[in-house]
């Protein structure tokens, strides 16, 4: 096993001794970079920049070349495995995505079947290896996926940005049919993400984006039971080195306590959550992964200093902390502003590891 130049992003996930806080931004190689649209240009569109492993590898890479970030992640969509269950995912110019069969019908959905990540999503796991080739050890790389429920909302909505009216009616009126959408789906993340291990993922990450749309018992029941199931069912432990494994659900802050039972060896917190609150509640079992508002990013670099250090000094003494905003980097940040947060986050937060 190649050791890595800087490890203290895996450290701090298994809440080992670190120098400092590590950070990395979710949504790092995205629009607000130039060099991003630049390379998305020369792709034609964002499909085919996901499905090229040189674009993916080249945009995965630029966040690196501009910022002291402890980490990459694969560039890909959490859409990749229902695209490969056929539902025609596509991205309409200035809208988010949209698949053309979406679920509705029930032989629809008895038909669904795993898809094989080494044939239907072979282009992701050539940019993970290409990627992890190219990033020579310098820091890790993170592979991810969309969790069951997250996934089952687009793949029976049709698109995102909905009031999940589709998918709840199927909750409430038909819960077998969804368990069933639902089982295939934690299946294939299982094999996706332990494909995207098995070719050079170094940690890897389950979105659950609309996990916090749910009431409180179906939360348990359609979102956190399958990704409990996932996280049962992932490679832990390749090449020699111990692979950790976030859970990141938006509007969580209700369940972190059951969140911190699934399995996962870190929580990935939204900027809703007091972070000082969530380590009180559950920092003793696992890592925590957040949670600056990406709005701050807008504001002046005394302002992002000050806030950052809010959430350091929240976290408090020790490791087991991954500085990361609360959400995706919005398109409109500005660069310098990413900039300012990478070296405030590695400057300020020295003090609290010693």
């Known amino acids: 096993m190649t050791k890595l130049k800087n490890d203290t992003l895996i450290r701090a996930l298994l809440r080992q001794p670190t120098e400092y ?3 990395w931004l979710m949504r790092q190689a995205g629009r607000y970079l130039p060099e991003y649209n630049q390379t998305r240009a020369r792709a034609g569109d964002f499909l085919s920049l996901c499905k090229n492993p040189d674009f993916a590898t080249e945009v995965t890479m630029q966040p690196l070349a501009r910022f ?12 990749t495995i229902p695209d490969a269950m056929g539902l025609g995912l596509y991205f309409a110019e200035g809208e988010g995505p949209k698949f053309e069969r979406p679920l509705r019908e029930e032989w629809e959905i008895r038909a669904l079947t795993v898809p094989d990540p080494d044939v239907h999503l072979r282009y992701v796991m050539d940019a993970v290896a290409q990627i992890r080739k190219t990033l020579d050890n310098q820091v890790p790389l993170i592979g991810f996926s969309g969790s ?21 009616t199927m909750l409430y009126q038909r819960p077998d049919l969804l368990h069933h959408i639902l089982n295939i789906n934690a299946q294939a993340v299982i ?12 940690a890897v990450m389950i979105f659950d984006t609309w996990g916090g749309a749910l009431s409180h018992n179906a939360y348990q029941e359609f979102s956190l039971r ?3 199931q996932i996280l049962a069912g992932l490679i832990r432990e390749h090449g020699g080195a111990r692979i950790p494994a976030v859970v990141f659900t938006k509007g969580g802050g209700l369940w972190l306590e059951s969140i911190a039972n699934s399995g996962c060896d870190a929580v990935g917190l939204d900027w809703t959550v007091d ?25 002046t670099p005394e302002v992002i200093i000050a806030e950052t250090e809010k959430i350091l000094a929240g976290y408090g003494n020790g490791s087991g902390h991954v500085f990361n905003l609360g959400h995706g980097i919005s398109q409109f940040t500005p660069p310098e502003s990413a900039l300012t947060l990478a070296e405030a986050v590695h400057a300020l937060s020295r003090k609290y590891h010693q």
């Open 21 to 23: 806080t590590p950070v």
């Open 68 to 79: 002291p970030l402890d980490a990459a992640i694969l560039f890909s969509d959490i859409l």
């Open 148 to 168: 069951p429920f997250t996934l089952a909302c687009y793949m029976v909505e049709g698109c995102g940005g909905t009031d999940f009216r589709q998918i709840k």
């Open 191 to 202: 094999a996706y993400l332990n494909a995207q291990i098995e070719s050079g993922a170094q």
């Open 226 to 228: 399958y990704m409990s």
């Open 275 to 299: 972070i000082a609150e969530a380590r009180r509640r559950i920092g003793d079992k696992v890592a925590l992964q957040g949670n600056l508002d990406p709005a701050v990013l807008f504001a």
